[in-house]
């Protein structure tokens, strides 16, 4: 069989004032909740440990130091990595990195049962802006604290649950570039584990964008890219009211027929879990996506020349 059960582990707001430790205390219970729903994967957030710092303007990076992690496991961290072990549950973690070197990543990890890390993967399409931006109604200087990843998009095969399964990262605004999905496509993935942080309103206050539209593009995204792919997702949220800014939830569990599994109803912590076999990725795969036989990559060069 090649059957597992895959866990959303939403995340409610985190404050500014609010320390790694609630955080990681917080996540701890949800992969206990997780475990006793038969889950043997769970799926945090993108930077899961903090508040939404990039709402934050920091002029000086070298006084945004202590948002990053500058080793995973620490001690701060250890208790995911010592909880996965106990219960037999990989995870997967979104993370600020910021590499001996002074690099600074946002970073997303799968890691094992035993702790080791199997896949790492760091934002590629990092949205917002690099300076203040006084127009906005809160900022978004994701530009300004990360780097765009430097590792492509990985695929690897891996142990999950009793089977295995080729896995991909993404992390949040990647989900709305289907080049993003593609690649990983193209490298037959099986599970795509993606965390976001996104705000209920459009804070760039350069025109009207319907509200109602936030959730929607997002889970249009989401399940396009699984069919598209013939990929399982599992996408989850930090929601909520963060440092007085809303972040919408709604993380789902997609299956590669695009269809949404499993949905949170809450803008708190909240565990949904969803049953994949991976041998349904098989269908899309060996018809309407064969892309061996489908596929018609001479026409798409303006893709990567522009
Ligand atoms: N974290 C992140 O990438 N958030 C962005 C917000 C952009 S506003 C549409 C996202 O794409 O969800």
Redesign the pocket.
């Known amino acids: 069989s090649r059957k597992t059960v895959l866990a959303a582990a939403q995340l409610g707001p985190i404050q500014r004032a609010e320390g790694r430790g609630v955080a990681v205390g917080r996540m701890v219970r949800l992969m206990e909740k997780a475990h006793s729903m038969g889950a043997e994967v769970v799926v945090f957030p ?1 930077l899961a440990l903090t508040t939404f710092f990039p709402r934050w303007y920091e002029e000086d990076l070298n006084r945004a130091d202590h948002w990053y992690e500058h080793a995973l496991p620490s001690n701060e961290t250890a208790p995911l990595f010592e909880a996965a072990r106990k219960l037999g549950i990989g995870f997967h973690l979104g993370y600020a990195e910021k590499t001996p070197d002074g690099r600074r990543f946002n970073t997303a990890v799968y890691v094992h049962p035993s702790g080791e890390v199997a896949l790492k993967y760091r934002k590629v399409h990092l ?1 917002g802006h690099k300076e203040y931006d006084p127009v906005r109604k809160v900022q ?1 200087l ?1 530009k300004r604290y990360f780097e765009p990843g430097d590792l492509g998009f990985p695929v690897v095969r891996a142990p999950v649950g009793g089977t295995e399964a080729n896995l991909g990262l993404l992390i ?2 990647d989900r ?1 570039w289907p080049e993003a999905w593609r690649v990983l496509g193209l490298q037959q993935v099986e599970l795509v584990m993606l965390g ?4 209920s309103l ?1 804070m760039e206050n350069r025109g009207f964008e319907a509200h109602h539209l936030r959730v929607e593009h ?1 889970q249009l995204s989401i399940r396009a890219g699984c069919y598209q792919n013939a990929c399982y997702a599992v996408a989850t949220a930090k929601a909520g009211t963060e440092d007085g800014h809303e972040l919408f939830g709604h993380s789902v569990i997609v299956n590669p027929q695009g269809e949404i599994l499993a949905q949170a109803t809450t803008w708190d912590d909240e565990v949904i879990v969803a049953e994949a076999d991976f041998t349904r990725c098989e269908l899309g795969r060996s018809t309407i996506f064969d892309f061996a036989r489908h596929r018609r990559p001479e026409h798409y060069a303006r893709i990567v020349e522009q």
């Open positions: 993108e949205p978004h994701e949040c605004n709305r976001y942080n996104t705000p459009n997002s």
